[in-house]
């Protein structure tokens, strides 16, 4: 999983409440000999495209230069829906590493970390002040996710402060989902592992078949 310390991107705003995971990606993109990594395309097609496949120029993310955005501005309840992870990977491999929101549906937000998709909760007057910003000239009215500093930078230099579980930052930080970081502590439980070998040698008899 690639590493999140710092980025420096567009930011698109996705200004709509309720955005659920049918809408992020929708089910029959799931199945079948569909991989992970061509999920990108059918982010948010059912926006993206009029019905006759062509694409709605009026969506944020068909305009430039909204395209190339990395940071996704959203609203209250962002990615609610069914637990489908897929949503994640279709956002992940259309290029997003953040999304800014009031807040998440639980399974999405969880489902992010593990992923490499950094899900910031901000008030909802500080997402619609990043959007102003952004909209006033959106290719070099940057804005900034820090997460060593755990601070949203907008384009006129104020920040924001957002909170997060230490060990899930930790895990952004050095690029490692939950098995990578258990793994981090492999010498600890080898330790732990011999020491109750040798206190109760009767729970490790039937590992060893004596």
């Not at 059918?42 to 009026?58: Q, V």
């Not at 305009?63 to 962002?78: K, T």
């Not at 910031?120 to 909209?135: D, G, K, T, Y």
């Amino acid at each position: 999983m690639d590493k999140f310390t710092q980025l420096k991107a567009i930011a698109a705003p996705l200004l709509r409440e309720n955005v659920d995971t049918d809408i992020i990606v929708r089910i029959e993109r799931l199945v079948g000999a569909t991989f992970r990594n061509e999920l990108g395309r059918y982010a948010f097609e059912a926006w993206r495209l009029r019905p006759d496949g062509t694409e709605d120029p009026d969506f944020v993310l068909n305009r430039e230069p909204y395209r190339s955005a990395q940071i996704l501005l959203a609203l209250d309840n962002f990615g609610c829906g069914s637990s489908r992870e897929g949503a994640v990977w279709a956002l992940k491999q259309r290029g997003f590493r953040a999304v800014l929101a009031p807040s998440f549906g639980d399974i999405f937000f969880n489902n992010c970390y593990q992923n490499g998709v950094l899900p910031v909760i901000m008030p909802n007057s500080a997402v619609q002040a990043l959007a102003r910003q952004v909209e006033a000239d959106p290719g070099r009215k940057l804005v900034t996710v820090d997460l060593v500093r755990q601070v949203v930078v907008a384009p006129d230099g104020g920040e924001t402060a957002f909170a997060i579980d230490r060990l899930r930052r930790e895990a952004l930080l050095d690029g490692l989902d939950d098995i990578g970081l258990t793994l981090k502590r492999e010498s600890e439980i080898a330790a732990f592992q011999a020491q109750d070998r040798a206190r109760r040698r009767w729970i490790w008899a039937v590992e060893t078949g004596r």
